[in-house]
């Protein structure tokens, strides 16, 4: 196997021999023994527990067996964490990289880059419970969350849905009796408007409610298209949630939610050529590094809401949860794909996702030693796309395709897990789940002078079991040592942008974790270890081609494993110090005829393959990418931050810092264009008034102004999407 080591991933080296895993854990198993021997009579205070739903119940985070960071509320606002693409900032490994308005999830190397419809990420997000298939969906910001949490690891057995990579879940305030107010207002650099509402209070005496209100505007971009004047990388949203409590009785409770969400945004449409390369028209790399040059000012919105209903009844011997839900999502795409100043390639695509789930679950009762769920789900998905493409590749064909596409997907599964202690502090869980997939799909493609052609209809039907076996033991009331054995699936399903194309097949990660969790030093020492090794089947993947369409394919194999370790350090009253690190080896096992694509001119013999000049666009040929680093999967990432609160006067001043590190990566299989390392530097200072009921924070985002590609394509040229510059502001909050 061939390794491939670039800038800033020197620590991935000691990973050449893949026995070293069992090195950090032996290690930890003996220090975590003599410091909890050292410090057994350890009493509560100090750092904060987090509590999760990680296995579906409400638990402690340092007594679950995965590998999880989470995050309440107060600590994601003095972090910076206001939106979903702010959460690799807490979880190193999890890399977020927008796409077209939609974002592509990737979690220990593991996860999708495909973003058109009918796409649904290997790294799955559900909100209260609810699984959210449609990818600009989950892209939204954060007001009225209790926590968050980001579950590393397939979560084949409980959540299921295609959650091969792992698992985000966000969830949200429970309304109150009591009446609540929070409301900011926040004014930051390229003229930014933040605003923020939550109101909770009673309606009844048995029902009680709330409503969240949330509106954020860029009104100028971060730079220009230079074709036209016009701002570009600016975007703005306006979202409502509400959650309603209903208590019935002493054992029933009914729940229901609703959400609504409108976005504009041009942050991930833009594309211009990286230096040195030139588009489809010829057009080089012009203006500064946020500017494009293109003769179609490129857009994306989104706008979509939904509902759910929770039936919580207990029967004593047993709980009974019912979740129901739908949801109706709409995406457009506005894209000048040759991102230059001829009508090379313009194309405008519209998206609809409709989806409708219901799950029941029986659950044991609190406090008994054998702990045990049981649930029925189902899903049925509606996905639709219409895409209209035009300019002077189209002459030949009339100047116009359309390409067409529907797919409906109906997924039943039932899973059962338990959990039960074969020992006084040891501990056993098995659990496994069935998944049946069927979808069907119809889709075509028309051109004036071409009429109806490539029209397809067709069915697939997908159905796998995935289990789950972990074995814990309590070393001491504060330190917990496991291993575990899960597998993911992911289904199957067809690409709606190219109705030829066989459909991908179904993804299969068998995944092996060992950990330690220790909470130590009277509660002011939290240290967190774990190591995994997966073996990833069926990848699939997606490569766009510079006619615009793309393919969606299947590498053969590969193999990741690596380690991560999380230290919460609180040595004295105020302060708190963090760092969170993911070391990750991930490579193709096996992956003949892969994609590379490489500047025109190409020839494709004999290899390696040359390019002359660049001549606009690029040219396709075949590889073996055996051994290559799998796309997004860097092989170094850590966060590293301090918090303090000082007392003043007026009130509790708190400052935060964070580093947030990142060794390089690649976007495509044959690894040749690659975001180089970097690190974002971000701050906050809070300060708390009259007795909680103001505060005042400055804010900034990567201040040191690091310019990074959130996305770098091989297609119309070698393109490239910046990532944010350096923001800041400041944001006046009130409480009642």
């Known amino acids: 196997m061939k390794n491939r080591y670039r800038n800033g991933t020197a620590l991935g080296q000691i990973f050449v021999n893949r026995h070293v895993l069992a090195m950090p854990f032996a290690v930890a198993a003996v220090l975590a023994g003599s410091m909890a021997a050292a410090y057994a009579d350890e009493t509560t205070g100090g750092i904060e527990t987090v509590v999760v739903s990680a296995q579906r119940r409400s638990e402690n985070s340092q007594k679950v067996p995965i590998t999880i960071d989470a995050i309440t509320a107060n600590d994601a606002k003095i972090q910076g964490v206001t939106a979903t693409t702010d959460l690799p900032q807490i979880a190193p490994g999890l890399v977020i990289t927008p796409q077209f308005g939609n974002p ?36 939204f910001g954060f007001n009225n969350v209790d926590h968050i949490e980001v579950l590393k690891g397939p979560q084949g057995t409980l959540f299921g849905r295609n959650a091969t990579g792992g698992l985000i879940q966000i969830i949200t305030k429970d309304p109150s009796a009591d009446f609540h107010l929070d409301a900011s207002i926040g004014f930051g650099n390229y003229n930014t408007f933040n605003g923020s509402a939550y109101v909770t209070g009673a309606i009844t005496d048995n029902l009680v409610a709330d ?14 298209n230079l074709f036209n004047g016009q701002d570009i990388y600016r975007d703005s949203n306006l979202a409502f949630r509400s959650k309603q409590l209903l208590v019935l009785d002493a054992d029933t409770t009914i729940t229901f939610s609703e959400d609504y969400s409108s976005i504009w945004t041009s942050l991930s449409a833009g594309r211009q050529p990286i230096p040195g390369a030139v588009t489809t028209g010829l057009t080089p790399n012009t203006g500064h590094f946020y500017d494009i040059d293109a003769n179609f000012q490129p857009y994306d919105t989104y706008v979509g809401g939904g509902w759910s209903g929770k039936v919580e009844h207990d029967f004593g011997w047993a709980k009974l949860v019912s979740l129901s839900a739908a949801r109706d999502n709409h995406t457009i795409i506005h894209e000048d794909l040759d991102s230059g100043t001829l009508d090379v390639f313009h ?16 659950q044991s009762p609190e406090g008994q030693d054998l702990n045990w769920i049981g649930g029925l789900f189902y899903q049925n998905l509606h996905d639709s796309s219409a895409i209209r493409q035009s300019g002077t590749n189209f002459n030949a064909v009339g100047g116009i395709q359309y390409i067409n596409g529907l797919q409906t997907t109906q997924s039943y599964a039932m899973y059962g897990q338990a959990t039960y202690p074969i020992f006084k502090d040891t501990h056993v869980t098995a659990g496994v789940r069935y998944t049946e997939d069927n979808r069907e ?37 504060n330190v917990m040592l496991y291993v575990s054995a899960n597998e ?52 699939q993947l997606t490569t766009r081609l510079a006619t615009g369409g793309s393919i969606l394919f299947n590498a053969a194999q590969a193999t990741i494993y690596g380690m991560d ?146 996305y770098l394509a091989e297609s119309s040229g070698d393109l490239g999407t910046p990532g944010g510059p350096a923001t800041y502001g400041a944001t006046l909050e009130l409480h009642l």
């Open 104 to 139: 592509v999830f990737y979690l220990r190397g593991v996860g999708t880059d495909d973003v058109s419809a009918s796409s649904e990420s290997s790294v799955a997000t559900y909100v209260d419970g609810i699984y959210i298939a449609d990818l600009p969906a989950t892209l």
């Open 441 to 477: 799909f119809f889709g075509d493609q028309m051109t004036p002078t071409q009429g109806v052609f490539n029209l397809v209809r067709s069915d697939k039907g997908w159905a796998h079991w995935t289990w789950r076996a972990v074995l814990d033991h309590q070393l001491t009331d």
């Open 211 to 224: 409503l969240a209100v949330q509106a954020h505007d860029q009104g100028d971009g971060w730079g220009k």
């Open 488 to 539: 993911g699936f992911k289904s199957g399903r067809f690409s709606l942008t190219a109705p030829t194309n066989p459909p991908a097949r179904p993804e299969v990660l068998d995944a092996y974790e060992a950990g330690v969790k220790s909470t130590l030093l009277d509660n002011h020492l939290q240290v967190n270890l774990s190591g995994f090794y997966y073996n990833y089947n069926n990848i």
């Open 565 to 710: 370790g999380q230290v919460l350090y609180a040595p004295i009253d105020g302060l708190l110090l963090r760092g969170n690190v993911e070391l990750l080896h991930g490579r193709y096992d096996h992956f003949p005829n892969a994609p590379e694509q490489l500047p025109n001119p190409v020839s494709c013999v004999p290899t390696p393959h040359t390019t002359g000049a660049p001549t606009g666009a690029n040219g396709t040929c075949t590889i073996d990418a055996s051994g290559h680093t799998m796309v997004r999967a860097p092989d170094v990432a850590f966060d590293l931050g301090a918090n303090y609160t000082w007392q003043t006067p007026e009130g509790p001043l708190t400052a935060d810092v964070g580093y947030n590190y990142t060794s390089s990566f690649f976007f495509q299989p044959d690894n040749r264009l690659q975001q180089q390392a970097y690190g974002l530097l971000n701050a906050t200072l809070n300060l708390t008034l009259a007795d909680g009921r103001y505060e005042v924070r400055l804010w900034g985002k990567n201040i040191t102004n690091v310019q990074y590609y959130s």
């Open 347 to 362: 194309t405008f695509q519209g998206y609809r996702n409709q989806q409708y789930s219901e799950e029941l679950q029986l």
